[in-house]
T-cell receptor, first 113, second 111 residues
Framework: AQSVSQHNHHVILSEAASLELGCNYSYGGTVNLFWYVQYPGQHLQLLLKYFSGDPLVKGIKGFEAEFIKSKFSFNLRKPSVQWSDTAEYFCAVNHEYGNKLVFGAGTILRVKS | DTGVSQDPRHKITKRGQNVTFRCDPISEHNRLYWYRQTLGQGPEFLTYFQNEAQLEKSRLLSDRFSAERPKGSFSTLEIQRTEQGDSAMYLC?????????FGQGTRLTVV
């Protein structure tokens, strides 16, 4: 069965610090990869997604993620976080012809101003 | 607001009662999903509809759970004989294979 691991459950950073959130998945076939964000009191929103092509994908609000197939990883990065990035971040995967997303447990990011 | 709408937002019920939640997807989306999220976990897939057809169900969906999507529009999720372990956030999403748009969820508390 597919599974997704997110390495850190809580991350605290100061504004302007760089961010990297780890995500590893277990599935041997072709996968589609996603990062979703949930701001306090809001619904889950898509940050970025990878289906094929350039393994470095850029999303909204300055976020990017790199797909490393050999490591089964899809880490999320941002060079300089802002207080408004405080949220919970979820990595998710579905297989190429799948209908459902499998989510990681989430990482709660708190950015101190 | 043309996003995914869920009703109610909160539901408190006594153990053993039945509850029903409604989801109104984005109108042009054929696919509709239900997920469940508990504290400290990511959303877990429950079931998936393509138009009115329920095409996939998780093993998490016991026989106390039933979902429908009549006419391929809104969907309902019913839980019969609720148990305390059913307390969770129930999320609905609509979209296509490339993206799922989530609603704000219905938070169920079973007391």
């Amino acid at each position: 069965a597919q599974s997704v691991s997110q390495h850190n459950h809580h991350v605290i950073l100061s504004e302007a610090a760089s961010l990297e959130l780890g995500c590893n998945y277990s599935y041997g076939g072709t996968v589609n990869l996603f990062w979703y964000v949930q701001y306090p009191g809001q619904h889950l929103q898509l940050l970025l997604k990878y289906f094929s092509g350039d393994p470095l994908v850029k999303g909204i609000k300055g976020f990017e993620a790199e797909f490393i197939k050999s490591k089964f990883s899809f880490n999320l990065r941002k060079p300089s976080v802002q207080w408004s990035d405080t949220a919970e971040y979820f990595c998710a995967v579905n297989h190429e012809y799948g209908n459902k997303l499998v989510f990681g447990a989430g990482t709660i990011l708190r950015v101190k101003s | 607001d043309t996003g995914v709408s869920q009703d109610p937002r909160h539901k408190i019920t006594k153990r053993g009662q039945n509850v029903t939640f409604r989801c109104d997807p984005i109108s042009e989306h054929n696919r509709l999903y239900w997920y469940r999220q508990t504290l400290g976990q990511g959303p877990e897939f429950l079931t998936y509809f393509q138009n009115e057809a329920q095409l996939e169900k998780s093993r998490l969906l016991s026989d106390r759970f039933s979902a429908e999507r009549p006419k391929g529009s809104f969907s309902t999720l019913e839980i019969q004989r609720t148990e305390q372990g059913d307390s969770a956030m129930y999320l609905c999403a609509s979209g296509d294979r490339s993206e799922a748009f989530f609603g704000q969820g219905t938070r169920l508390t079973v007391v």
